[in-house]
């Protein structure tokens, strides 16, 4: 546990501290710019994870070596945290103002049927692996099979405080696999994208979901992504890196947690093809 801002220069100096790259080097987003990407569907560093698991079931994740960003190794009787946070798009020419989120992936639901009107009830026969309390968890639609619809989509969740909740909202059409499909909810932009499924007046997160139902056919495959975020940072300039460093920049390193799965979520204001390099720095306090 940090106590103080010295103890984040003291990990590093004493050389218990983990550095780590990210790789993506082929983002697919012609055409759909203004949609966040999930870039575990993406191949690179670290490697694709297609979120293959039964139909609905809640499968959990746990990250080891190049399965999500690899944090470094736990010592005993301390506390990891992220100290560093770099990304940059080397491929792409003009201003930018991509955002892009750090996020502990804590399990999913996959092959949710867009296609069904039909409620579709999930297997919550395994739970959250971390955050068990659901406190901070959200919910990401990614698009697994290529939706051809924007249509009405009612979740009905667990909150943290053990209530059950029902969010309807749209979901935008997603080309391409990886696309984030909550609409933005303005007026204008419904091919647009905001990351996460809105909660409950009251609700801090999400423990778990109970079920989901289309009011009309949106063709394709979703999954139900359960996620923690626990950074987020623009590029406002290309081929120029944007940085945060905790302690100067943010107040206090977040914390990450024993087997957490990390990966990465960008919004892509262009269309074309893109890259996405990024540099963390862990500690050990």
């Known amino acids: 546990m940090i106590r103080a801002f010295g103890e984040i220069g003291k990990a590093i100096e004493s050389g218990s501290c983990h550095y780590q ?26 490697r694709y994870n297609a979120f293959v698991g039964s139909q609905a079931a809640f499968t959990p994740l746990n990250g080891s070596g190049n399965s999500g960003i690899y944090v470094g190794p736990f010592e005993t009787g301390k506390t990891k945290h992220l100290a560093r946070f770099q990304v940059h798009n080397p491929n792409t020419s003009g201003v930018l103002n991509d955002q892009v989120y750090l996020n502990d ?7 949710i049927d867009c296609d069904s009107v039909d409620l579709q009830e999930m297997d919550n026969t395994l739970s959250l692996p971390r955050y068990t309390d659901g406190k901070g968890v959200r919910i990401v639609l990614v698009v697994q099979a290529p939706t051809t619809n924007a249509a009405d989509l009612t979740i009905t969740f667990i909150d943290d405080t053990n209530t059950e909740r029902s969010i309807t909202r749209t979901i935008c059409t997603g080309g391409v696999i990886g696309s984030c499909v909550t609409t933005a909810g303005l007026t204008g932009l419904v091919s647009s994208s905001t990351l996460f499924w809105p909660l409950a007046n009251g609700s801090l997160g999400v423990k778990s979901i109970k079920s989901v139902q289309f009011a009309s056919a949106a063709g394709g495959f ?15 300039e290309a081929s120029v890196a944007s940085e945060k460093i905790y302690g100067i ?5 977040v914390e990450i947690f024993p087997n957490a799965y990390l990966n990465l979520m960008l919004l892509r204001t262009g269309t074309a093809n893109a890259t996405l390099r990024a540099e963390l720095l862990f500690i050990n306090t």
């Open 21 to 46: 790259y990210v790789n993506k080097p082929t983002i697919a987003t012609t055409g759909v710019a203004g949609q966040f990407y999930d870039l575990n569907q993406v191949s690179g560093v670290p």
């Open 105 to 111: 992936y804590l399990g999913f639901y996959p092959l």
């Open 222 to 236: 979703i999954c139900l992504a359960l996620v923690k975020p626990l950074a987020d940072i623009h590029m406002y």
């Open 249 to 253: 920049n943010n107040i206090m390193p």
